[in-house]
């Protein structure tokens, strides 16, 4: 599966964005996905993730209430949208996606297979 990221750019602290991922392929809707970024110097760290499913959400403590994760599989899109946010959202954005039965908890890198090339978020003060 290839996946595309868009959405991202420059707003102010307390403005949103909407971050989408566009998935090639008939196999989206069994793939589990998840949105990770990396901000300059620093690795690349898990944001959220949802369930093939649609039934499990995961989110990292820092955006959980501000960040939401949802998935169009009509449409095999993955969407990021970010409420209220901060100067310390700023990085790029990448999404991933999982193999149907993959194993790990699924707020890991490591048990993501495919990624997409990255969009950058930048929030000003």
């Known amino acids: 599966v290839q996946l595309q990221a868009s959405g991202g750019g420059l707003v102010q602290a307390g403005g949103s964005l909407r971050l989408s991922c566009a998935a090639s392929?008939?196999?989206?809707?069994?793939?589990?996905m998840g949105w990770f970024r990396q901000a300059p110097g620093k690795e690349r760290e898990f944001v959220g993730a949802?369930?093939?499913?649609?039934?499990?959400?995961a989110y990292t403590e820092s955006v959980k209430g501000r960040f939401t994760i949802s998935r169009d599989n009509a449409k095999n899109t993955l969407y990021l949208q970010m409420n209220s946010l901060k100067p310390e959202d700023t990085a790029v954005y990448y999404c991933?996606?999982?193999?149907?039965?993959?194993?790990?908890?699924?707020?890991?890198?490591?048990?993501?297979?495919?990624w997409g090339q990255g969009t950058l978020v930048t929030v000003s003060s």
């Open positions: 991933a996606a999982r193999k149907p039965y993959g194993l790990g908890p699924i707020t890991a890198r490591s048990v993501y297979d495919y």
């Open positions: 392929g008939r196999t989206f809707s069994s793939y589990d």
């Open positions: 949802l369930s093939w499913s649609g039934g499990s959400t």
